[in-house]
């Protein structure tokens, strides 16, 4: 039996299906970012509404962040300072978050206050002698450990260990022994937050549960791109990272991500709220991240940047990250109201590509779509479903592929099925269709990407 296959744009309400992780620690952190500049707002009305609407939208993990200073980037002490939350109000903040069921990340971060001039950042602090090292270090140990006792009391799963920190982070031994002082008091996983361009850097990744990533990477050089140049961008950067992680067999987690509602929202993603409004790009860029990097295995967590203690601000005329009020927050509710489907492994062969589910799917009465492409012309290739006895379904063909992404989705009825148990499918097959003519293996020039069940 030949199945019709039809080709269209990718669809609003698509759902991902994934078994729940029966291991908490292999559990999806799907989070946002709960900032504050003030004393005592973590505490307030507003933050116990904001936290509820997280729940609401089915995030699973509060990030709290809260910043110390310290004069320059050269200076030693680190100070708090009326933008500086009490510890009582963040305290406030993770009951709220628990009682509400969520979990926490506690992030403390340091900026720089730049008296006397200059434009440096976290990113800066450095010295160049040892014994100026030691002296922030020392500091620096004295401003984490509190926090980190404020997590290890209240219960907190994730504790973040440093942000951003580019020039100090190169200081191995420190972060080794400071990581070590905090396992003494800490009993939660430990992480920290690299910036975007740094995280190839850090070599002490091992004694940590999690590698953090701020994920601003920049996606392309258009200054009003589609969605699919921006996809392009991702590719790019999953490329660098999977190469990356194969090396240090942490899972990642992106402790940071987001887009302001501007024009340089794709280009430059750290900046926040520079020229002209645009939330129709934020969207995009929201959009593409889900689509290329939400399935990928390796990600274990994501944390959107950012939400204040309120439930109102953004709207369409705000150029700032935050997502409220306007299409971005739409999309972000969309992927976190849905599970995951992720992938245990890829095989390749001379003549097929295999993709097995990490858990078998139900797929009864349902459409399964993906976008496919090739680095040459493939006159026709047949899909298979495979369910647990490794019966396959009847022959499906997909014509023409091409070097250009083409979106197929195939409506999976039980008649079409008669001989798959298609409550169960473990893996999807591309097969080649006259494997005696094959010059290339199958799996070097396919390529196969956003595979959805809705």
Known sequence: MTVAISVFFVLNLSVWVSAVPSNPEDEFQKGVCFTCWSKDKFSSAGARQAIGMFRSMSAGYLQINVTEYQTRYNSFKIISTERTPRKSSVIK???????????????????????????YCRQDIGFQDDASWKKWFENYEKFIIPYA??????????????TELSFASLKTEFWKDLISKIRNIYSGKLTYAAHWDNYRNIEFWEDLDYAGINAYFPLTEESSPTIEEIKSGWRFWMREIESWHSKIKKPVIFTEIGYSSSAHAAREPWKNGEGKVDIDLQARCY?????????RKWVK?????????????????????TP???PAIEILKKWYNSDRIIFENRQETENALEISFTQPQNLHNKFIQFKIKAREEIKSIRFVLRDRTSRCCPDIYLDNITNKWKTFAINIEKETFDFVDTSRIDNIRFERLSPERAEKALGNILMVEEIKVF
């Open 93 to 119: 903040a993770i009951h709220t978050a628990r009682t509400t069921g969520l979990k926490v990340m506690l992030k403390p971060h340091i900026d720089v206050l730049n008296e006397g001039g200059g434009n």
């Open 149 to 162: 006792e404020i997590a290890e009391i209240n219960n907190v799963e994730i504790f973040c260990i440093g």
């Open 287 to 295: 959009t593409a991240f889900f689509e290329v990097v939400w399935w």
């Open 301 to 321: 967590g994501v944390y959107w940047w950012n939400f204040k203690p309120m439930i109102y601000g953004g709207g369409k005329y705000d150029r700032t990250f």
């Open 324 to 326: 409220m009020n306007k």
